[in-house]
């Protein structure tokens, strides 16, 4: 302290700055670490729970223009149309495959996989009903295709929007 004291006036206020200067410094630095942590937090959020909400809701929208091109082309009665919806279907399931992938690629909480896991299986047994109706549409059975979506189909559709539904809900609760 003796030392200290010795020093000149001015090289003890050059000091007492260079010491506050330094103080600053230090503090900054740990500023800036507590806001990337903050920013990490936020992206790892929208990552996580807005992306994954907003692909539910785009993969619920792809099954019902499904169920609608599914239906069109049931009741059509022009090859071209047919084959067109048929495109838009299998453009609309490989859309749906690609969210749902990226979906079960984010951070979810147990709830949310097993619904997850729910649809897909619902999924595919309405896919395979949806090919034996665009079957039965290329036959020429097109009533039988129809009445099939209007009672079976319906059902099996129903059963595979269920689980997106609650994994849209579950998206919302835990986010």
């Known amino acids: 302290m003796k030392k200290f004291l010795r020093l000149k006036q001015k090289t003890r206020i050059a000091g007492t700055f260079g010491l506050l200067f330094m103080f600053f410094i230090v503090l900054g ?3 800036t670490q507590g806001i990337e942590s903050i920013t990490h937090s936020f992206r790892s959020m929208y990552e996580d729970r807005l992306i994954p909400e907003m692909d539910v809701s785009v993969a619920m929208s792809r099954l019902y223009e499904n169920r609608v091109n599914l239906e069109n082309h049931i009741t059509s009665t022009i090859e ?3 084959k067109f919806y048929e495109t838009k279907i299998r453009r609309n399931n490989r859309d749906i495959d690609s969210l749902i ?8 909480v147990p709830e949310e ?3 997850l896991k729910l649809f897909s299986e619902a999924l595919q047994q309405y896919r395979t009903e949806e090919d034996e109706m665009i079957i039965k549409s290329r036959a020429g059975e097109s009533q ?3 009445r099939h979506l209007t009672h079976e189909g319906d059902v099996i559709f129903q059963n595979a ?3 997106l539904t609650k994994l849209g809900i579950d998206q919302k609760m835990v986010g």
């Not at 992938?101 to 979810?108: D, S």
């Open 29 to 31: 630095l740990y500023s």
């Open 80 to 82: 071209v149309e047919r």
């Open 101 to 108: 992938r990226k979906i079960g690629a984010t951070y979810l």
């Open 113 to 115: 996989k097993k619904d």
């Open 144 to 146: 039988e295709a129809l």
């Open 161 to 163: 929007i269920k689980p």
